[in-house]
């Protein structure tokens, strides 16, 4: 079971907006731990989409945005697009001195 | 920029030990800086962090596969390894080698390899 909870799936039909959820706890997220999301597109290794809570690595569309706040985090993407279909994962660190990641959430492009 | 390709067999009897190889490309090892990560993809679930290993040696591992996993780093061949004793099917899965410059806690990875699928069957 994984230590950080994500929705299994959202969808949006083009153009429209979404938002994942990260349910943490105290022990990572609410003791300050950043959060990253990446983006898993399909046959394909897992693409860092967003780092330190809130960031884009260069290439990343301004479409993509993070945020955090207490014991949870969320991924926003607006005006979806077809190429967006793909599974999200959040991810941080414990103080169990453990590294952990969400369940995943699949985005389906209606 | 750094470059990560997974090697090793993709059948792997239970009880034996499963041993992948990730070779860096792009950046010598010897220089430090990263933290040489493996994760790994089971079927339809989530991502699972194995651990990693720093060049100098110190390693931190998963606490529920940390009796089982030993992470090595050889500089010189720049390359760095996955072993994981006493697998079971629970251990079939895509395997990924991944790059983390901070370390704990602030561990985020920024570059993975392709994956490797490894089944665990008779």
């Known amino acids: 079971q994984s230590m950080l909870t994500q929705p299994p799936s959202v969808s949006g039909a083009p153009g429209q907006s979404i938002n994942i959820s990260c349910a943490g706890s105290?022990?990572?997220?609410?003791?300050?731990?950043?959060v990253h999301w990446y983006q898993q597109l399909p046959g394909t290794a897992p693409k860092l989409l967003i780092y330190?809570?809130?960031n884009r690595p260069s290439g990343v569309p301004d479409r993509f945005s993070g945020s955090r706040s207490d014991t949870s985090a969320s991924l926003a993407i607006t005006g979806l697009q077809a190429e967006d279909e793909a599974d999200y994962y959040c991810?941080?660190?414990?103080?169990?001195?453990?590294?952990?990641f969400g369940g995943g959430t699949k985005l389906t492009v209606l | 920029q750094v470059q990560l390709q997974e090697s090793g067999p993709g059948l792997v009897r239970p009880s034996q030990t499963l041993s992948l190889t990730c070779t860096v490309s792009?950046?010598?090892?010897?220089?430090?800086?990263?933290?040489w990560t493996w994760i790994r993809h089971h079927p339809g679930k989530g991502l699972e962090w194995i651990g990693y290993?720093?060049?100098?040696?110190?390693?931190f591992y998963n606490p529920s596969l940390r009796t089982r996993v030993i992470i090595s780093v050889d500089t010189s061949k720049n390359q760095f390894s996955l072993n994981l004793t006493s697998v079971t099917a629970a251990d079939t899965a895509m395997y990924y080698c991944?790059?983390?410059?901070?370390?704990?806690?602030?561990?985020?990875?920024?570059?993975w390899g392709q994956g490797i699928q490894v089944t665990v069957s008779s």
């Open positions: 290993a720093y060049y100098t040696g110190i390693t």
């Open positions: 991944a790059t983390d410059v901070y370390g704990p806690p602030r561990n985020r990875f920024d570059t």
């Open positions: 991810q941080s660190y414990d103080r169990s001195l453990t590294v952990v």
């Open positions: 792009g950046d010598p090892m010897r220089r430090g800086g990263f933290f």
């Open positions: 330190g809570n809130s």
């Open positions: 105290s022990s990572n997220i609410g003791a300050g731990s950043d």
